[in-house]
């Protein structure tokens, strides 16, 4: 089975553009995770979605960060206008929750999309 | 509110070595699962294992051990006998089971484990 795919892997761009990021979850999950890696500040829940419906988008840095889930198949994280310290490994989860008792809820990640902002 | 301390910023060991990772956690849940994951220096984040507050059982996987004592909240990881391709940085994690936090991760910080020949 296909895991969690992310794309693009790398991504450079400068200062002022619009960045997207994709994601198709693990197929059947409904739970899907947006987390920002760096080095400062680690792993970070950026949102997260279920059933396609965001739940807790707390974490969302700023006004400049959207993300939308418009089918069960496909994310996009956006950034605009992005900036330096939006550099950082982006990654994409996703999860199942097997009963009402969610006992089996463990994340499957994505192969992370490297993000530079000149 | 959650929190996940991992306070070995790095470990450095001779292959064949073991080496244990330690994690504490907070939570005010009575319900709540566990997780450890294997960062390699390619990226990508791997999980290891889950485990729920209400099984205490120790588990044993290969090379790989764990400790989950609730009495001290900590959820300790072994390798045993290492090998350089367990080089990597490990998270310890923390999902509540509880109403809206449901499958909302706390991740540790992490540890940098270095296994040289």
């Known amino acids: 089975d296909a895991g969690v795919i992310q794309s693009p892997r790398h991504e450079v761009t400068e200062m002022g553009q619009e960045v997207t990021l994709r994601c198709k979850p693990i197929?059947?999950?409904?739970?899907l995770f947006w987390y920002r890696q760096t080095m400062m500040r680690g792993l970070e829940l950026l949102i997260y979605?279920?059933?396609?419906?965001?739940?807790?988008d707390s974490g969302m840095p700023e006004d400049r960060f959207s993300a939308k889930m418009p089918n069960a198949s496909f994310s996009t994280l956006k950034i605009q206008p992005s900036e330096p310290r939006d550099s950082a490994v982006y990654f994409c989860?996703?999860?199942?929750?097997?009963?009402?008792?969610?006992?089996?809820?463990?994340?499957?990640f994505g192969p992370g999309t490297r993000l530079t902002v000149l | 509110a959650q929190k996940v301390t991992q306070a070995q910023t790095e470990i450095s060991v001779v292959e064949k070595e073991d080496v244990t990772l330690d994690c504490v956690y907070e939570?005010?849940?009575?319900?709540?699962?566990l997780f450890w994951y294997k960062q390699p220096p390619s990226g990508e984040l791997v999980f290891l294992i889950r485990?729920?507050?209400?099984?205490?059982q120790n588990e044993i996987s290969g090379r790989y051990s764990w400790n989950f004592q609730k009495s001290t909240s900590s959820f300790n990881f072994t390798i045993t006998a290492s090998q350089v391709v367990d080089s990597a940085v490990y998270f310890c994690?923390?999902?509540?089971?509880?109403?809206?936090?449901?499958?909302?991760?706390?991740f540790g910080a992490g540890t940098q484990v270095v296994v040289t020949p």
């Open positions: 485990r729920n507050s209400f099984d205490e």
């Open positions: 979605f279920n059933n396609n419906v965001p739940i807790d």
């Open positions: 989860a996703s999860s199942l929750r097997r009963s009402s008792g969610g006992l089996d809820n463990e994340q499957f």
């Open positions: 939570t005010r849940d009575t319900t709540y699962y």
């Open positions: 197929s059947g999950h409904d739970y």
């Open positions: 994690a923390l999902s509540e089971a509880g109403g809206d936090s449901w499958g909302k991760f706390q």
